[in-house]
């Protein structure tokens, strides 16, 4: 007599498209409410938090490139959400600060998908923190997406231009 395990690869599948739906869906709002990509309002947030970053910070804090902050800035300084500061200690550097605009803004937008994520993340215990990570790890693994950019920002990408970031 043999054990049959049941096939859970529709399960999985729902499971993924599922969050990915949830991602499309807050990005919908966050662009519709306050007019931004779940990544500008991270950086927007970062340098509210902090008063002002410098690229290099932020580049580092999300886990993207510099080039990718670099636009990410480049849109929010159009949209006169954040101003470039040079340094008062090293006029080689540029500091990133937001703007009253900016900061209303800020008020403005819905609550964070990974806002959420993180509030119900941090209310498990380690043990079914550190499986849920390594089971997200091993996805990632099994889409080929483990040397992907990627910045703590739940995402499918700028709605408006299709493009990610």
Known sequence: MSTAFPDRTDE??????????????????????????????RVLQIVAERDSATPKLLARQMGVSQATVTALVDKL?????VTRVPSEQDRRQTNIVATDLGRERLDDAPDALQQ????????????????LVSSLERVADMLDAQDIDAAPVLTTGDIRSGRRG
């Open 116 to 131: 959420r994520y993180v509030t119900a993340f941090k209310q498990l215990k380690d043990w079914e923190q550190a499986q």
């Open 12 to 41: 999985s599948l729902i499971a993924l498209r599922r969050i990915l739906r949830a991602t499309e869906w807050f990005a919908r709002d966050l662009a519709h409410a306050a007019g931004l990509s779940p990544a500008q309002l």
């Open 77 to 81: 300084v159009a949209r006169g959400l």
